[in-house]
């Protein structure tokens, strides 16, 4: 359940719209050698691999000074190669985006960065290769999606893949469908271990097929083609080049080097995974927020888990669902637990008792945060086994709350494992402090690598992918 409704975030985080940020510090240009200044090029001219345009940072009109006989050209080439090289550094390390362009919902910023001490250092000691193999997000998440860019770049550049028309579903047994030799197409650009016959006959091999190309996109792996898996295949390349672009770009909002004990979401996937020593230790599903109520991005650190939470109602969530709920049907707040409270100034609010009705189950793990979310426990569980989870008020709920308490809580003289259970069952509501805060990290993965080599891509349903790349591509026109 999410205290704070999106517009309200926004005017909590998102900071008054500000001019384009000031252009980075060049430093004084310095003698660089000829080896140094390949170094650069090369560098520059690679830029496409982490993600920007071709030519994006084209050093050619530098280097073609550099080859001036004027001393004065030969200058004024070093100076533009460093301001480049200022430009680039700070893109790869930081990212594109002004903080004003950061949206409300985005609560991940990345720390601010002046390349130029470091590029000056590495000069002066001969560390130059060192510096800019430096510059990227030190983690395999970033560096898989390098190479997954390079294979759907090269995708794209052999024509991407043919739209499946519409049509019924198409399943095991299937025969004399045209469309079934196409999905066989389309499924084997993405996937080479398809041998492709062309028979429109839909058989075991084009069944497992299927499957793994859903399990690729979060999708239900029944081995139908239905109209969620048309539309995720039907999705052009040049969108999942979009996608995997937007994610390299997220990467760099995060710190140089992660907890290697922590916990995270991915929002979109609705998954959540505890770290113990930088290795996944306990996975869950979730349940995230529903677009218009969107699970912000962000970090904190969780320092204690409320047992038998009461539900401190949000004003929105009163006023939209449950006082039009109990005008249609007086006495629906009395039988689901929920107490008028009077606060100063007149007014009430909505409270929802601790107990078996109770939104927030019988677990809440809480975390400083400007949005009012925080991870808890669900008396619905039904949401679990559906393949789209996306339908919480911003908050998390969680699918194995009570494992997860005691993980967290392991280390505590005062909460073992059957204290917790006891004071479950007492139902009485107590806060118990984590023996030492733990890091929680909600982020937004739309396209990451699997240990097999894969691809895999979420939908993007609060439409973020498809806004950061349209404010890069603003940034880049001002």
Known sequence: MSAAPAV???????????????????????????DQIDLLAKALNDAPSHGFEPGAFAPDRALALLDSRSASDRQAGVTQLVALTMRYAKAVHSGRLAPADFDGNWGLRPAAYDPAPGFAAAVQNDRLAGWLEDLSPPYTGYQTLQKGLVVYRDLAAKGGWAVIPEGPPLKLGDKGDPRIAQLEAR???????????????????????????????????????????????????????????????????????????????????AVMSVFHHDAPTLTMRAVTGRPGDETPMLQSQIHSIVLNPPWNVPSSIATKELWPKERANPGYLARNDFIVIPTEGGGTRLQQKAGDKAALGLVKFDFNNPYGVYLHDTPSRAKFASYSRLASHGCVRLEKP?????????????????????TIASGKTVRAQLPKPMAVYLLYWTAYVTPDGQVNFRDDPYGWDRTLVQRIAASKAV
């Not at 309200?8 to 940020?21: E, F, S």
């Not at 505590?412 to 204290?419: F, L, R, V």
């Open 8 to 34: 309200l975030a926004q005017a909590q985080v998102r900071p008054a719209r500000a001019p384009q940020q000031a252009p980075v510090a060049v430093p004084a240009p310095p003698a660089l050698r000829a």
């Open 402 to 422: 009570i494992p997860l308490a005691k993980q967290l809580l392991d280390g505590s003289t005062e909460w073992t494992p059957e204290n917790v259970d006891a």
């Open 187 to 269: 499924l084997a650009v993405e996937d080479p271990t398809i041998a492709v016959d062309k028979a429109p006959v839909f058989d075991e091999a084009l069944q497992q097929a299927l499957m793994r190309a859903q399990k690729r996109f979060g999708l239900n792996p029944d081995g139908v083609l239905g109209k969620g898996t048309l539309a995720a295949l039907n999705v052009p390349v040049q969108l999942r080049i979009d996608q995997i672009v937007a994610n390299m770009e997220r990467w760099r909002w995060l710190p140089e080097e992660l907890p290697a004990d922590r916990i995270q979401v991915n929002i979109a996937a």
